[in-house]
């Protein structure tokens, strides 16, 4: 059975892409680097030092400082998400499932703690979670798999107990690596890739997922 529910961050509880795009594509640009919001989707999912890494890679010699530039998009995005940040559809519904069947919850994201923080606060999730954890705590983010099964050894059950929820293709592709039970609810810019057949279960929005979805998944634990 299922025994722990861990969630991607954003694009998945809050609809923070968007913020995430504006951010990365303003300080980049002031940095030299001419990276346009659509450019951005490319690193959907990744950590933001990883990130930063990716296009000094494609535009070398531009960021002087990775830390000071990593660190300007993280206030950027952290006062977007106070002055802008959304719940995604479905996320209190989902949640107020989860918290009836008595499954424990778990927020794992590639985002770093401090972002991570300012969004449970802004969408009150705190009494819901009983681990948050961050991939800046691991060597490496998604797609590597470190930070999902960081989480459920924080949430002492097996990585093939765990049932994750990702919006991309990265998060997808490291809940896999983790052996867990995937949902993917793909953000717009991926929702024709092919690699989300993956996943265990595809669907458009978290609305999507109740009780006959939750038995589906439970059934192909239990069978494994």
């Known amino acids: 059975m299922i025994q722990a529910i861990i969630f991607d961050m954003d694009g998945l509880l809050i609809d923070s892409e968007p913020l995430w795009q504006q951010a990365e594509s303003r ?28 296009w000094d890679v ?15 998009i993280m206030h950027a995005v952290i006062a ?9 559809p479905g996320v209190d519904d989902v949640v107020q499932f989860f918290h009836a069947q008595g499954v424990p919850m778990a927020i794992a994201s590639s985002s770093y703690r401090v972002l991570i923080d300012a969004v449970v606060e802004k969408l009150h999730l705190a009494p819901y979670l009983a681990v948050v954890h961050s991939a800046q705590e691991e060597l490496y983010g998604k797609p590597h798999p470190a930070v999902f099964l960081a989480t459920a050894k924080k949430l002492d059950v097996d990585p093939t107990t765990c049932l994750v929820f990702e919006d991309s293709i990265n998060g997808v592709i490291a809940a896999k690596a983790a052996r867990m039970t995937c949902v993917c609810v793909p953000d717009t810019a991926v929702k024709d890739h092919p690699q989300t057949a ?27």
């Open 80 to 88: 977007l998400v106070r002055e802008k940040g959304v719940m995604m």
């Open 27 to 54: 300080v980049l640009t002031a940095h030299g680097v001419p990276v346009t919001p659509t450019m951005c989707r490319q690193t959907m999912g990744m950590r933001i030092d990883e990130v930063v890494r990716y």
């Open 198 to 224: 993956i996943a265990d279960l595809v669907i458009s929005s978290l609305k999507q997922f109740g009780a006959k979805e939750w038995e589906k998944l439970n059934g192909c634990v239990t069978h494994r």
């Open 58 to 72: 494609r535009y070398p010699g531009m960021m002087h400082d990775h830390d000071v530039v990593v660190d300007e």
